[in-house]
């Protein structure tokens, strides 16, 4: 009796302390692979470098030239633009939310935890509104994104959680990978 009495009370415990948990990765699709052997972007290969943690990339698509582009820009101030190849033309290609990704590595452990965020802050970004109206995250050098409109903070090296401002949910995070700072990006 006592035995069923403890396994009671420990159930009980358990089952109260998992409340107000937010799920760690999104169940909305996103999708990209990106091969930076053969692009050699040095403003994504900053993000992807395990030994430089900190660094976080957006990564937004555009045409330029009737051509479709990749655009990056980190948090340390760099930009570029790749077109994308014959390869990159033949994947299948979903940017998040609204066609724009944040990825690097957290430098809150060790070893480092690469990241993946949807750049639109998860508080304030409708997809389901029309006419969608875009909420893109502002990235500070410290690892800090921002959102302009309810001035959220999120901390991007400790899992997109909020940092400064009303309570919330934290930012939108896709699995993902790399195998180097020019090797294979996959988010899925």
């Known amino acids: 009796m006592k035995a069923r009495l403890l ?19 999104t169940v909305r699709t996103c999708y990209l692979i ?9 403003t994504l290969a900053s993000a992807m470098n395990v030994n430089v943690p900190g660094i976080f990339c957006r990564i937004t698509r555009s045409m330029k030239n009737g051509a479709m582009c990749f655009d990056f820009e980190n948090n340390a101030g760099l930009t570029s633009s790749k077109m994308a190849n014959a390869v990159d033309q ?5 940017l998040g939310y ?8 957290g430098n809150l452990d060790f070893p480092a935890t690469f990241y993946a965020f949807d750049k639109e ?3 304030c970004f409708d997809p389901d509104a ?6 893109p995250l502002s990235m500070g050098s410290d690892g800090i994104a921002t959102c302009a409109s309810c001035q959220r903070q999120y901390n991007m090296n400790n899992g997109g959680v909020i940092c400064k401002g009303d309570g919330g949910k934290k930012m939108t995070r896709y699995h993902a990978s790399c195998t ?3 090797g294979t990006l996959a988010v899925n």
């Open 7 to 25: 396994t009671l009370v420990v159930l009980v415990f358990a089952l109260s302390s998992c409340g107000d948990s937010q799920h760690e990765y």
């Open 34 to 42: 990106f091969d930076n052997a053969t692009h050699q972007d040095a």
């Open 90 to 94: 033949r994947r299948t290609i979903i």
């Open 98 to 105: 609204n066609e724009g990704i944040i990825v690097g590595y």
């Open 121 to 123: 802050c998860p508080n």
């Open 130 to 135: 029309l006419p969608v109206r875009s909420k």
């Open 180 to 182: 180097g700072p020019f």
